[in-house]
T-cell receptor
């Protein structure tokens, strides 16, 4: 089955700087890669996703990149703000198989004042 | 509220007791998923339903766990003879078939087994 590895487990960046979180996946058939943000005590919420037919997607300060050959995908947050502090999860799924989403272990992002 | 609802929000139980959680998905969503999340970890897949059919169960799900979705709407997750290792956040999520646009998660049920 699919296995998703995520790193780093913790990341601290100065407010205004950029943050990058990297993930790898094992199943080359995976074709859908969502990212979730979970604030303390709250539910995970989808913030952006990318499908395997594109290499990059951007939404305001957030961008995701996908390298299918290397089975890597990354989340980039620019101009970080205090409200970006949270745990971020990458995930992977095979939509052709109508498959469940498998999550990474998460990255705790701290935005330092 | 048209989101995913879970009840109860918190449950404290003694070891050996049975507990049951409920999830009400978004009404037009065919798929319903149960995940378990422990501190510092990502959500771990437990099981999922398409309408009333349970399509897959994780190997993490021991025989003490059972889930139902009898009419293809709400779902229940029961844990029998709870153990301390069952303490976790149990998350429910729903989606349209094929998981387009990801899942919508509920707020979860936090189980503490003492």
């Amino acid at each position: 089955g699919e296995n998703v590895e995520q790193h780093p487990s913790t990341l601290s960046v100065q407010e205004g700087d950029s943050a990058v979180i990297k993930c790898t996946y094992s199943d080359s058939a995976s074709n859908y890669f969502p990212w979730y943000k979970q604030e303390l005590g709250k539910r995970p919420q989808l913030i952006i996703d990318i499908r395997s037919n594109v290499g990059e997607k951007k939404d305001q300060r957030i961008a995701v990149t996908l390298n299918k050959t290397a089975k890597h995908f990354s989340l980039h947050i620019t101009e970080t703000q205090p409200e970006d502090s949270a745990v971020y999860f990458c995930a992977a799924s095979n939509m052709n198989r109508d498959d469940k989403i498998i999550f990474g272990k998460g990255t705790r992002l701290h935005i330092l004042p | 509220d048209t989101g995913v609802s879970q009840d109860p929000r918190h449950k404290i139980t003694k070891r050996g007791q049975n507990v049951t959680f409920r999830c009400d998905p978004i009404s037009e969503h065919n798929r319903l998923y149960w995940y378990r999340q422990t501190l510092g970890q990502g959500p771990e897949f437990l099981t999922y339903f398409q309408n009333e059919a349970q399509l897959e169960k994780s190997r993490l799900l021991s025989d003490r766990f059972s889930a139902e979705r009898p009419k293809g709407s709400f779902s229940t997750l029961e844990i029998q003879r709870t153990e301390q290792g069952d303490s976790a956040m149990y998350l429910c999520a729903s989606s349209l078939v094929a998981g387009i646009d990801g899942y919508t998660f509920g707020s979860g049920t936090r189980l503490t087994v003492v």
